[in-house]
Structure formats: C-alpha cells, structure tokens
C-alpha cells in the first residue's frame, strides 16, 4: 500500500459516513459507507520518462502510455526494455485507473486498455477490491477535483492531492453491484458509439460515390432513373453565386438588433437557419437589404488559421426570415438554379473542399476571395437528380442526429443514476 501520510499543510479529519439516495435492494440495511482517501484505498505510483536521446531505449514493443492517451488502445511511442529497465518508466496492467497529473487533460481519469509502461505525467491506482468502482467514482468528482486544486491556469496536479481525494466505499459486494450497473451503461453507450461511427463512415463513403471524383464528369453511384440522363453539367460559382464580403460595424452595434452570420455559425453547423444563429448587430434596414441573407444563399468562412478550413461553406435555409452576414464571411447570393441542399453538400466534399482550400493565399492565416471563389469549378446534374441525391444524404444526417441523441439520452441517464448511486459531491468534498 501507498503512505498514507497527508499532503502538506492538509489536516486529518475525522471519517466520517453517509449513505447514498439509491441503494439496490439488497444493500438496504447494510450500514453506511465508510469514508477513505485514495492513498488509504489503493496502492499507487507513478512512472517516468527514458532519456529521449538514447535511441536504444525507444522503438521496441511497449506501449510508452502519456496523459493525453490513458484512454487509448494505441500510443504514439514505444519502449524498449533498456529503456524501461534504465528509467522511472513503470508498468500498469488492463483495468488499472490512470489519472492524468499535467496537461490540458490534467484531472482525466480511465481505466487502461492495453497494458505499457506510464510516464510522471500520470498517477496509477489500483484498488484492493474494485478499480471500476473507484474509477466510476473519481469519473464523477472531476469537476470538483479540478476546480479545487487546479488554478491559476496551471494545469497540473500532483500524485498527494489525488491520493487526498476522499470517497465513501460501501461493502465490496455492493462496490461490485455498483460497478456491474454503470459499466453496463457503459458498455451500450460504447456499442451505441460504434454504430454512430459506422453511419459517419458511410455517410462519408456515400459522399465519396454520389459525387464526381477529381477529374470525372460523372458519380460513381447514381440513382436508376438518372443512368441514361446524361453527363453533369461543368459550371463556375460564379455562375451560380453573386458574392460580397460582410459587415464591418462597430462593437457597439453588437449584441442586439438583426441576427448576422458568422464563422461559428457556418462551422458549427451543417446548415444555417435562423435560430441557430449566434449574434446580432444594430443596423439600418438598407444595410439589412444590402447585406441580406435569403433561402438559398451560401455562406463562405473568408478567413482561417488553416488553409483546410479556409472557404468551409454552409447553406441558409430559412424561407420566414432574413438574415445579414459578418465581415469574416463571404455571402454568395443565390442566381443561378440549383437546389440547395445539394449544392451544400457538394461544397462540403472532400474534392470541392481541396479545390476551394487550394485557390486561397497567406503564412500564418489564410484567405479566400470573391474571384477565388467564382473561379471554382464544379459539376451539376439535373435539379431533379440533385433533389434525389440531397434527400438521399439527408436523410442519413437524420439518422445520424437521432443516433447522437441516443447516446445523449445514455450519457444523461448514467449521469442521473451516478447522482442517486453516490453521495453527493457536495457532501464528500470536505
């Protein structure tokens, strides 16, 4: 077992015992929970780094595990047994707990799925009835572990603080019941996960095929009634799209009065309508006319740190009501014919998306233009056929945000239960 001294300047208090809001059944009576720091409950140790300049002691077949991969079932580095043999490096096993100490995920905790050698950065727990329990449990405390003992913008924690943590462990049949119950959850939150990934990974697939690849007139996936219609028809942006950069008003005039777009709104969503916008910002009527955005209309990010998300677009789709658009956006004004779910998704193919990324210009931020994008080239079908391949994609996004919901629904449900199966936070902070 670990010392079970305080951490400096940290008095002992008396145990204390409380009981949880929901107990199974068959633990009714059992008595209270016992209160225990994580030092008193599990042995712990943390691990070190090998010389990064000696090259013999990397490259082997050890998972050199970090704190931003505790979760993970593959790490970036590997050890060798030199490099083991000669370091701080220590070793943890499947199911250990592993808490992150320094980083931007400091406070992170998980049960390890591979087993390797651990670095400073990282506490290793291992309790002498449930890891999973106490996991469960550090899981749920750490928002509180970080707003206590992480500040000043520091980030880190140290191996004493976590293992003055104190929880309240109930009998180990009832830490068993526990643990069984949540990682159940767990287990279908997982599952209900695999299949999300699987509807993106086809969604994305889908694009792939009902789109024409870089230097092809035609999809490779196209509907039965569409076989014999014909090529798709070349046309410039600029054929389609009137283009005009945004609002430039003073911060006064933000915070109330018409809704405007802005890079948030294009990139956090896959299509814009007007109660997802963010912002808002006091102007005239004839600026509202002037910089108006309508149903139909494609809004283009003008400006980005990374040429890859330079020109990212997102369609407008409210028919009620108008909007206005930011100076970091370009407004591309619906002219020509096309259908605009079709053309949004078109915008978003990884093809497209090269194009438009490759005709923007900078070092450390990158721009786009209105005549970049007038220039950029693409291929249309029939709106017929355009309508049949946007309702296609559609539908599997509708899909997939039922699916993410599901899992919402799982994430809410575990939170809810976690409340009611451990005593309050509040009440085991001391």
Partial sequence: MSSK???????????RKLLPRLRFPEFRDAGKWEEKTIGDSCDT?????????????????????????????QTELFLTNEGLINSAAKMVRRGDILVALYGANSGDVALSKIEGAINQAILCLRHENNNVFV??????????????????????????????????????REQQKI????????????????????????????????????GQTLPQLRFPEF???????????????????????????????????????????E????????????????????????????????????????????????????????????RGKKIGKYEPTFLNKLLKSQHIRNSISSKSGGSTRFNIGQESLSAVKIFLPSTQEQKKVADCLTS????????????????LHKKGLMQQLFPAVDEVSG
């Fill in 396 to 411: 599997l996004d509708e899909s997939i945000a039922l699916q993410a919901q599901k899992i919402d629904a799982l994430k």
């Fill in 227 to 269: 076989r014999n219609a014909g090529e798709w028809e070349e046309k410039g942006l600029g054929e389609l799209l009137e283009f005009k950069n945004g609002i430039n008003a003073s911060k006064e005039q933000y915070g109330r009065g018409t809704k405007f777009i802005n890079v948030l709104d294009i990139l956090q969503n």
């Fill in 271 to 330: 299509f814009i309508t007007y109660e997802k916008i963010i912002g808002s910002v006091d102007i005239s009527d004839s600026m509202v006319e002037k910089f108006s955005v309508n149903y139909g209309d494609i809004l283009f990010q003008r400006s980005s740190e990374t040429q890859e998300e330079v020109g990212t677009a997102s369609v407008y789709l409210d028919k009620e009501r108008t909007s206005t658009f930011g100076g970091f956006v370009i």
């Fill in 179 to 214: 643990a069984g119950c949540l990682a159940s959850i767990d287990d279908l939150i997982t599952l209900e996960t695999q299949k999300l990934d699987a509807l993106r990974s086809h969604g994305k697939g889908l694009m792939q095929q009902l789109f024409p690849a870089e």
């Fill in 5 to 15: 001294q305080e951490p400096k300047g940290m008095q002992p208090t008396a145990k």
């Fill in 45 to 73: 140790f943390s691990g070190g780094t090998p010389n990064t300049s000696n090259k013999e002691f990397y490259g082997g077949t050890i998972p050199f595990i970090r704190s931003a991969e505790i979760d993970k079932v």
């Fill in 135 to 172: 996991y469960q449990y550090l899981a749920r405390k750490k928002s509180w572990i970080i707003s206590t003992y992480i500040q000043g913008g520091q980030g880190n924690l140290s191996g004493e603080i976590v293992k003055s943590v104190k929880l309240f462990f109930p009998h180990p």
